[in-house]
T-cell receptor, first 114, second 112 residues
């Protein structure tokens, strides 16, 4: 059963703690992405990775870090430096179709920091 | 120039009606325009996509219309059903680019 898995679905943390969100894909996609979604808002790109051991900052990378040690995995760490970490976090991966890249999303992790 | 402007922000339609969601862009280098459907608490799902060499694409009850000269594209949902109630996002990307630029989303409600 191919797809993108994110765990856990809900995550609660105290302010000041770092937290790592998991994203795994078995679609053999090269590129992976992390987005943040706030209530009633669109999708904002945090980081993306085109290949293993390489990643680029998106529009809102401050307070976040990532790693890409394996093609299948792209974990996101929300650090204590992120001022408003409570949000819905979405992982995605993409495959090249012609000249474009089709992106597919995971089910998301809702992070609440109090 | 990298923005995609989506309207309306919210839309309420009666069952069987045809909701229309519009997106406009400025960057003429965009050449891939997907639409995503997102239900509450779920990740967005790729619904349908179009490239600028065609003016219309249909998949089931969903149709994308594309106007290259006006730099606009829209999503139409035929015979809309309450189960179509969701947030819809348009997006765009440049040829060969792995990043998508997303619109702000439209919250669609189909009343029974």
């Amino acid at each position: 059963d191919g797809g993108i898995t994110q765990s856990p679905k809900y995550l609660f943390r105290k302010e000041g703690q770092n937290v790592t969100l998991s994203c795994e894909q078995n679609l053999n996609h090269d590129a992976m992405y992390w987005y943040r979604q706030d209530p009633g808002q669109g999708l904002r790109l945090i980081y993306y990775s085109q290949i293993v051991n390489d990643f680029q900052k998106g529009d809102i990378a401050e307070g976040y870090s990532v790693s890409r040690e394996k093609k299948e995995s792209f974990p996101l760490t929300v650090t204590s430096a992120q001022k408003n970490p409570t949000a819905f976090y979405l992982c995605a991966s993409s495959i090249r179709t012609g000249s474009s890249y089709e992106q597919y999303f995971g089910p998301g992790t809702r992070l609440t920091v109090t | 120039q990298q923005q995609v402007k989506q309207s309306p922000q919210s839309l309420i339609v009666q069952k069987g009606g045809i909701p229309i969601i519009n997106c406009a862009y400025e960057n003429t280098a965009f050449d891939y325009f997907p639409w995503y459907q997102q239900f509450p608490g779920k990740g967005p799902a790729l619904l349908i996509a179009i490239r600028p060499d065609v003016s219309e694409k249909k998949e089931g009850r969903f149709t994308i219309s594309f106007n290259k000269s006006a730099k606009q594209f829209s999503l139409h949902i035929m015979d809309s059903q309450p189960g179509d109630s969701a947030t819809y996002f348009c997006a765009a990307s440049i040829q060969g680019a792995q990043k998508l630029v997303f619109g702000q989303g439209t919250r669609l409600t189909i009343n029974p």
